[in-house]
């Protein structure tokens, strides 16, 4: 299920960003990781969300949109802070 998850949210950030990030270990875990530590699929895809309309004018910023950065564990919890309380629910 965990892998499922990460599918999932992997999938929501190329649709998202136009990009075609593929479904392997490299990307996969660091979705993972977040998501055993209690995050949701749907932060994660709030996170995705909110980030994309950040940055998506931005063309240095636009870059960022990717697991690496995204899914950071300390970079994730800084974005998830910045959804808001009811998005975290």
Do not use: H
């Amino acid at each position: 299920e965990l892998r499922e998850n990460a599918i999932l949210v992997l999938r929501f950030l190329n649709d998202k960003t136009g990009r075609n990030y593929r479904l392997v270990d490299t990307n996969l875990s660091m979705v993972e990781a977040r998501l055993k530590s209690g995050v949701s699929v749907q932060n994660c895809k709030s996170v995705i969300a909110k980030k994309a309309r950040d940055w998506r004018e931005d063309p240095k910023m636009m870059t960022y949109l990717r697991p690496a950065t995204l899914f950071n564990a300390t970079k994730f919890e800084q974005y998830i802070g910045e959804l808001g309380a009811e998005a975290q629910s």
